[in-house]
C-alpha cells in the first residue's frame, strides 16, 4: 500500500508521519524545494512537539520518504492526501487556489488508479467540483475517486491528537471508496463517521465555528463578570461541570487567533452569504472576537493614557503555547498597536520569536528570556499561557520592573498571588481594578 500526502505544513506532516509511524509507506510532496530538502535530512521546519523525532525514527526505519518531483508520487500511490493551505481571501473566502494547482499537477501526472482524499479544509462543494476537474485533466485511462476527510488536529498537540482522535469524518459519494479510506485508520482504532461529501465538508466548518462560538460566548460572559464584579474562573467552572455544556473551551482570554478559527469561521459566513442565508450568530462570534483581541491595548490605554515612549515588554507571541505559530495571533496586533503608539517593545517567546522578526525586523528587542524582556519595563502585556511564563516567579516582576504593572490576556496568575507579589494586575473577567468603562472606549 503506497500513500502519498501532498503538502508538508501541520497537516501534512502529521499525517504523513503518522501514517509510516503505524506500518504504511509514505512519500510526502511539496512543491518547496527547500523544505524537502530539510525533512529528507530529518530536520523538522514546524515546531510540533515529539514531531521531529518521529518523523527521524520512520526516516530511518525506511517507510517515510520526501520528494519534489510529483510524477514519481503519482506513478505509484494509492491514496493520495492532499492537505496544502486554503488561507483566507480579501472577502473573507476560501483561498483554493494552492489545491487547484496541486490537483492540476496530480491530474497530469496520475497513470494508475487512484483515491484522492481531501484534508484541506474546503468549502462544501469542492470536492466535488475537484472531482469534475480531475476527469478533464486526466487524460491516461484511469479510474479515481475523491474522498473528503477533514482533520482535527491541534497544533501542538498533533500527534496526540491523531492516534487519540475522538472521530474520523469521511465523506464519500461512492461508498465503498470511503470505506476503503476507513480501513486505511484501522490501526488507530478510533471511531469513524461516514457520511455523504457535502456534510462532511460541513461538519469541519460547523465544529470549528462551534467551538469559536463556545470561545466568544464565554468572553462576552468575562466582559459581563467585569461590570458585575463576578469571577469569570467560577462562572466557567461552574457552567463547565454541566455535562451538557463541558468544560472544554470556556477559558476566557484575548480571543482566538491560529490559523483556523479566524478563517474558518469568516469562510463559513462568506458560504452561507453566497446562498443567500444570515448566520447571525456567526457573524457576532467573529465581531466579539475582534473587539476581544483589542480588549488588553485598551485596558492599558484607559488605565495609563498614551503609551508614547514606555517601555513595554510582550510575553507569550505564538497563538497558543506549544506552537511557533503566529498566524492572527492576538500578540500580533497588539504589537502593531503598540508601535503605532511609538512604545518601546521587547517581546519573549519561547518558540516564535524567529517568526516574529521576521514580521517586525528591527522595531523590537528580542528577548531570550523573561528576566531580559521584563527588565526595566514600565507595563507587561501576557498574551501567552507557556509554562515558561505561567510558572514565572511573581516576585521577578518587582526585582525587574520599575512600578510592575501587568495586563494578562490569559488569566495567568491567581488574583491573592499577584497582590501579594504587590503587583498592578489587570486579567480578564477578573475584578482586581477598577476596568468598569473600559468597553465604553472600544469603537470598531
Ligand atoms: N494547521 C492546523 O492545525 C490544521 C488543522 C486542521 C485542518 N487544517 C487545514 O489543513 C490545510 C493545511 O493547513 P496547514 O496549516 O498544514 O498548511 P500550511 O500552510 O502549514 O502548509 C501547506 C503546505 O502545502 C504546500 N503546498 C502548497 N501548494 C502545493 C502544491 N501545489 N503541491 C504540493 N504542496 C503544496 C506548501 O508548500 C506548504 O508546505 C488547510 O486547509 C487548513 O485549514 C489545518
Ligand atoms: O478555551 C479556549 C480554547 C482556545 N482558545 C484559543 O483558541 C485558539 C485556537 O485554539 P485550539 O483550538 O487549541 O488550536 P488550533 O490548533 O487552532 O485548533 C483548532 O483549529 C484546527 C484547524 O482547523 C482544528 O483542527 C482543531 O480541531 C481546532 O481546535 C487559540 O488562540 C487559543 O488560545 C481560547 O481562547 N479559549
Redesign the pocket.
Known sequence: MEITV?????????TGVCFAEVGYNVTC????VN?IGRLAEGRC??YEPGLEEMLQKNLAEGRLHFT?D?KAVCSKSDYIF??????ENEDGS?NLE??E??V??IGANLCKDAVIVI????PVGTNERIYKMLQDIIHCDVQVKVISN??????GS?IRDTFHADRIVIGADDYEAGRAVARLYEPFERPVVQTDIRSAELI?YASNAFLATKISFINEIANLCEHTGANIEDVAKGMGMDQRIGSQFLKAGIGYG???FP??TKALEKMTEDYGYDFKILRSVIEVNSRQKQQLFYKAKEMLGSLRGKRVAVLGSAFKPHTD?I?EAPSIELIAQLIEEQADISVYDPAATEKVEELFGSRLYYAETVDAAIKGADIVFIMTEWPEITQYDLARFRLFMREPVIFDGRNCYSLVEAESAGLTYVSVGRMSVNVNSYIDCLEL
Do not use: N
Not at 6 to 14: F, N, Q, R, S
Not at 29 to 32: A, E, L, N, S, T
Not at 150 to 155: A, D, Q, T, Y
Open positions: 501532498v503538502g508538508t505544513g501541520y497537516v501534512g506532516l502529521v510532496f511539496d512543491i518547496d523544505k521546519p514546524i519534489s510529483s492532499i492537505t496544502v493551505g486554503t488561507p476560501a494552492y489545491l494547482a496541486a492540476a499537477d484534508k484541506s479544509t474546503v477533514p482533520e482535527f488536529l491541534r497544533e498533533g469541519k491560529g490559523s483556523c478563517k474558518d505559530d498566524r
